[in-house]
């Protein structure tokens, strides 16, 4: 739905990413990414809308990372992304996603 790889691929791609920084010592960072509410959503506006939110999420979650960063649906309404190469700048990145709370544009500033 998402279009994004799912646990199982990020599996592949994460123990990939885990080889490539062992060959050449760079940082990795994970970060787990769950979207509140979900429920609620699905209660009031029906699973489709609550469809639409987590594809618009994925959207503006991709829009803010870099191309080489890998971003996956670990289930349900929960997303995992691997930073790699980030030295020390996970946190940074992990609270511009939170700020932006799903908008694309504030990502990119």
Request: aromatic fraction near 4%; include cysteine.
């Amino acid at each position: 739905m998402t279009e994004l790889p799912n646990r199982r691929g990020f599996d592949l791609l994460a123990a990939q990413a885990m080889l490539e920084a062992r060959r050449e010592p760079k940082p990795l960072t994970a970060l787990l990414l769950d979207l509140d509410h979900s429920k609620a959503m699905n209660d009031t506006y029906g699973h489709l809308a609550g469809d639409q939110v987590l594809i618009g999420f994925a959207r503006d979650l991709e829009s803010c990372l870099r191309h080489s960063d890998i971003v996956c649906r670990w289930g349900g309404e929960e997303f995992i992304v691997l930073l790699q190469d980030t030295n020390g700048t996970g946190l940074m990145i992990a609270e511009k996603i939170r700020l932006a709370r799903g908008t694309a544009a504030l990502c990119l500033q």
